[in-house]
């Protein structure tokens, strides 16, 4: 009898390979990206095991979230598989957890059910002045670096430190780098910036947004997030909230519209005082017509880094 007949047959399930699906559930909402956790769980994302009936790990994951979220999912991609033999230091396991996770893109997440993503990781929002604790935060970093010529290469490139430049897409790299040096409570020296989650799912949702980051220029995926017919305003929005940088308004207008992402509706609506706005809506054939079809915008200079 091998390990997991013994288990089935037993219950016993400490020395045997279980995998779980995850998934990361993103919407954008109110000027930043927002993620899904469970309601009976606030602490967790969407999880749960893989069924044997389960014909593929997609449709696996679809049934999981139909069961805890009570809501259609559209886009849905696989992002990463983690299986390391301790998830966190704070949860220990003494079976072995091979979680297969997905990304999801929502318009709308239920309300009392999401989390920003910059509560979770407040240094990836550059679009105004870094809050003192995060600035605490990277004194730190840079002290428990200082003598290692390694360390302090790391810190400068992925927080941007003396006139490195920032790069938006390395929100893993910056979250590990901050759970080496023990500065996040999943590393479990009790230290904390930004809200902790359950096992790793902290480290799931840096994944997710390390992924939404770099397929914004080469990937039409920012309108998963948008109703059928928004305003270039909201288009603009939606972007600056998911990279955490500010971008040039005429320049970012002038990319959509000479990339042929977007097309002109007859509709329009009121945005506050001065004229309606002109609807637009997503050219699907663009997908077609261009190998990379993405918003190739590069947000102006970040204001919480120095």
């Not at 920003?116 to 679009?127: A, I, N």
């Not at 995060?134 to 010529?149: F, I, K, M, N």
């Not at 390395?170 to 409570?185: D, I, K, M, S, T």
């Amino acid at each position: 009898m091998d390990n997991n007949e013994r288990a089935s047959a037993t219950g016993d399930y400490s020395d045997t390979l279980l995998v779980e699906l995850s998934a990361a559930l993103v919407c954008v909402r109110k000027g930043a990206p927002w993620l899904y956790l469970q309601v009976s769980d606030p602490g967790k994302l969407p999880c749960g095991p893989l069924a044997f009936e389960d014909p593929t790990l997609e449709l696996g994951v679809r049934r999981l979230l139909e069961e805890l979220v009570e809501q259609e999912v559209g886009y849905l991609e696989q992002l990463y598989t983690f299986g390391d033999q301790v998830r966190s230091r704070i949860v220990p396991r003494e079976d072995r957890t091979l979680s297969i996770a997905y990304l999801g893109l929502m318009e709308e997440l239920p309300t009392q059910r999401i989390v920003s993503f910059y509560q979770l990781f407040p240094w990836e929002d550059t679009r105004k002045p870094w809050p003192e604790a995060v600035r605490e935060l990277v004194e730190q970093l840079t002290s428990w670096a200082q003598g290692d010529p390694e360390r302090e290469w790391r810190c400068r490139v992925l927080f941007g430190l003396e006139g490195s430049p920032w790069n938006p897409e390395r929100v893993l790299e910056r979250y590990e780098l901050l759970y080496e040096a023990g500065l996040v409570e999943e590393a479990g020296k009790g230290a904390n910036q930004g809200r902790a989650l359950w096992a790793d799912h902290r480290r799931i949702a840096a994944t997710a947004l390390t992924r939404v980051r770099g397929k914004l220029a080469y990937r039409p995926l920012v309108f998963e997030l948008l109703p059928r017919q928004f305003t270039l305003t909201e288009l603009q929005k939606t972007v600056e909230a998911l990279s955490g940088g500010l971008l040039h308004k005429q320049n970012f207008r002038r990319m959509v519209e000479t990339a042929g992402l977007v097309e002109m509706t007859e509709e329009s609506r009121s945005e506050g005082r001065g004229r309606p706005a002109r609807l637009f809506r997503f050219r699907s054939e663009v997908t077609v017509e261009r190998p990379a079809p993405g918003v190739r915008a590069r947000p102006r200079g970040s204001w919480g880094v120095s």
